[in-house]
């Protein structure tokens, strides 16, 4: 995908796998690439149609949970493209996790009982169900890793006033436990996830992706306390089997360490998953949509002039 320029294009970012486009500093177009990352590093290769998977569940995510925190999203012009409000966000994550896993579980294997600033009950085995979902917020950072960071920690240092944080707990459980609820429908769990927000004068907005692969770790729930009793790994849809790919190739994003050649056969396992969630998740199959980049701007320039009509 092309960079593109609009009309009153007053910022653009490229992320590790979105393009921001910031238009008249009041909306901002975001195109979901298929570019894909993992320890804060953009793998080589992008995986055909991650783009359009994401951007869509994020698109019904927004939808089926905006009666509990408004949200930025305004248009999905095209089939990788959100057209929404710009907002200030906040620089912290709020990462819910109902279960013991990925970077949680790492870090209490080992031997750490406390994770950012949340005490870990002794006794449990790797995807256990917390007691109940438990916030580990990080930092978002411009650039390199996301750090752990403590409520605590984020209320002293002032990146968070003490009220908006407790507002910002109060939407992250809300939208958890409705995460929960859809995953549930469709016989998967929500392991856990991460929300992000911002602030449009004086309301808190839930802006970005949520409930995706790439936000998202979900487990299947047939079988899953079996699995649990036997010590088996869960059976998983989430982007985590990437991570532990890599791991196990000797690469975790540390200085020196090299991407493993990414083969064509594996890119194409990585698109099935995808796409096996996406239909897992929406009950619906997925359509590719392949636009070329002039009908992608056409689409966003038509978007455009209809919001700023409004």
Not at 92 to 100: D, K, P, S
Request: proline share 4%; charged share 30%.
């Amino acid at each position: 995908m092309s960079s593109f320029s609009f009309p009153d294009q007053t910022q653009f970012y490229k992320g590790k796998v979105r393009d921001v486009y910031t238009i008249a500093d009041k909306l901002l177009v975001m195109i979901a690439s298929d570019r894909i990352s993992a320890f804060d590093v953009i793998l080589p290769k992008p995986i055909p149609n991650k783009g359009q998977v994401l951007n869509q569940i994020a698109a019904y995510m927004l939808s089926a949970t905006k009666d509990i925190c408004n949200n930025w999203l305004l248009d999905t012009p095209a089939p990788n493209v959100s057209v929404g409000k710009k907002c200030v966000p906040f620089k912290v994550e709020m990462v819910v996790r109902g279960n013991l896993t990925g970077h949680a579980w790492r870090t209490y294997h080992a031997g750490e009982r406390v994770l950012c600033g949340v005490k870990l009950d002794e006794g449990l085995k790797e995807n256990d169900f917390f007691s109940t979902p438990v916030i580990t917020p990080s930092t978002k950072a411009a650039e390199g890793h996301d750090e752990d960071i403590s409520r605590e920690q984020i209320i002293q240092r002032n990146i968070v006033s003490e009220e908006d944080y407790a507002q910002l707990e109060k939407y992250a459980l809300q939208l958890f436990a409705r995460g929960k609820e859809i995953a549930k429908k469709r016989g998967l769990i929500l392991v856990d996830t991460k929300y992000e927000f911002g602030k449009l004068g004086d309301e808190i907005i839930l802006i970005d992706e949520i409930h995706t692969p790439d936000s998202s770790r979900y487990f299947y729930a047939d079988g899953f306390e079996e699995r649990q009793a036997s010590g088996e790994k869960q059976k998983q849809l989430s982007k985590e089997f990437v991570r532990e790919w890599l791991i196990e190739n000797n690469f975790m994003g540390k200085e020196g360490q090299v991407v493993p050649e990414m083969s064509e056969e594996w890119i194409s396992i990585i698109r099935n998953r995808y796409i096996e969630l996406y239909e897992k998740l929406i009950g619906g199959k997925f359509i590719p949509e392949t636009l070329s980049n002039e009908e992608t701007r056409e689409r966003i320039l038509s978007s455009l002039k209809k919001l700023s009509s409004q």
